[in-house]
């Protein structure tokens, strides 16, 4: 358990912004208590520590000690995001609008949650990444990216946008579709913008159209 504590609790660490000492106070623990666990100089963690910690760390205990996939935060929790937008290669559409839709999906833990959005995919031109149509993202804003990295790109043209999903390759961004759309013409990074890095992908069944 100790290792899934440890990794547990860096991820809601990162994803709230907080540092061990900051989650420690209000935790209501000793100024070093969080810092002590992630370091291996304690190892150990009374049950009460943990739900202390978990308060702390807007998760329940459960998903620190490993026995939960998802950080909710007590039953009933509000396991939905935002829908930023339609995936869907060589369809455009106009700027500015706002699906206004949300989506029953859980942030990353891996990185804060306000650098996070949700996407709806349509059309199977990112299959071979594994990103099949009806699939919904979690897309993760970074401050740099790198080869190798399947990322979400916008392109903008006569008050239109189009987003596709692409992996960034020697300065260009390819497409990986399905067999049966054939290739995909890669872009130049530098008529495209990343939007984020594609941190996750799963199946909502009873998406909107």
Excluded at 26 to 35: D, L, P, T
Excluded at 134 to 159: C, F, N, P, Q
């Amino acid at each position: 358990m100790h290792e899934t504590l440890k990794t547990r609790v860096r991820e809601r660490l990162n994803a709230l912004g907080l540092n061990p000492f900051e989650a420690a106070r209000k935790a209501g623990f000793e100024r070093s208590y969080v810092n002590d666990l992630l370091i291996g100089k304690k190892s150990t963690i009374r049950q009460g520590g943990i739900d202390a910690l978990a308060e702390a760390l807007q998760c329940d205990p459960d998903y620190l000690t490993g026995l939960q996939a998802v950080p909710t935060a007590g039953e009933g929790a509000d396991l939905r995001m935002p829908l930023a937008g339609i995936v869907e290669a060589g369809a455009w559409r106009e700027l500015g609008a706002d699906p206004g839709l949300t989506l029953p999906a859980m942030p990353d833990p891996r990185y804060p949650v306000d650098a996070q959005e949700t996407y709806i995919v349509r059309g199977d031109h990112a299959a071979g990444f594994g990103i099949t149509d009806g699939s919904a993202i979690v897309v993760v804003g970074m401050k740099t990216y790198r080869d190798g990295d399947v990322v979400l790109v916008r392109r903008e043209k006569d008050g239109a946008f189009e987003l596709s999903i692409r992996m960034l390759a020697g300065g260009a961004l390819r497409a990986r579709p399905a067999a049966h759309l054939g290739q995909i013409a890669p872009i130049s990074a530098k008529d495209a913008g990343i939007v984020g890095l594609v941190s996750v992908s799963y199946r909502v069944f009873g998406l909107p159209a």
